[in-house]
DNA sequence: CTGTGTGCAAACTCTTTGCATAAGT
DNA sequence: ACTTATGCAAAGAGTTTGCACACAG
């Protein structure tokens, strides 16, 4: 890997400059705090979050955030289309930094999400959706057990 | 529909006797709460309940019972089998009577929960699981939105 | 400057827990 | 009797909100 192809990798670390267009082109004002968790988010390729790990991560790097904002941040980039939230059950939310169709290993006796890897997933035989409404999205989660 | 038919149907209304007998088949000891809620759950058909539903349902049908009993309760009847917890992102968890496979509808705007009729769903294409571990159970969650 | 965003702490919702009482076997 | 279940109220987690201050345009 020489420093060319790494200059050429398209998902390279953005530059704050690409981070505060995303931020704009979202609808939303680059504030430092915003730029900041969108760094960390869009940096390093798929993530999943919950507001805590982010906010400790933040915390982690020399952010100075609240957790509050954590949460406004992360239901703006939602609402934006920057993040996806995941359908998993229990007390607490996560976000999902693909925002492509994709789906998910759940490790049950970890609490621990995985993207399934590949682009292989299929699902059949949906029926039509009741009249008036349209489908969103399909969430797939495979639990997995240990043997 | 005469009244032998009526009396042939395989799932029709469960006698008290048939609950104590499927709670102890569990493992649970059939008490009034107990068998107050499995009437209420398995009673008429498929449904989905979360604990304020559930708590609502039988104080309406006038049987005493705390939330925390309620809680313990769906634990309970799921760790035996008897429930399904579904897989929807948000606050508050919600349990399905309906324990085969089978998958829904999640209605955005409403925050409701619907059966997809039938059983021609079909997911394909999954990768073999992690070493160590294996599939328990896959949920296919379509979210609908209006038009 | 003006309006939006942020931090803090308090409020809120859903869920779990501890312990005395009640009920099942 | 002995053991397990229940009710209550209080605690706990995760999340949201209200308002004063700070920052981006």
């Keep these: 890997m020489s420093k060319i192809e790494q200059s050429k ?10 981070i ?6 979202a609808g ?3 504030t430092r705090q915003r730029c900041s968790l969108a760094a960390l988010l869009f940096g390093q390729g798929d993530r999943h979050v919950s507001a805590e790990t982010l906010h400790e ?4 790097a020399g952010v100075r955030v609240s957790l509050a904002t954590i949460y406004n941040t992360l239901h703006q980039f939602q609402q934006s289309g920057l993040l ?3 359908a998993i059950e229990g007390h607490r939310s996560y976000f999902d ?5 994709h789906n998910h ?3 049950e006796h970890r609490g621990e999400l995985v993207d399934i890897p590949g682009d292989h997933v299929r699902v059949d ?7 008036g409404m349209r489908i969103s999205h399909i969430d797939v989660v495979v639990r997995l057990v240990k043997i």
């Design 28 to 30: 939303l004002r680059p």
């Design 57 to 60: 991560e933040a915390v982690r």
């Design 97 to 101: 930094t693909n925002i492509s169709n």
């Design 9 to 18: 990798i398209p998902s390279a670390l953005p530059t704050p400059a690409d």
């Design 84 to 86: 996806r939230e995941l």
């Design 105 to 107: 290993f759940y490790i």
């Design 20 to 25: 505060s267009a995303r931020l704009r082109a």
């Design 125 to 131: 035989g949906l029926p039509t959706p009741p009249e």
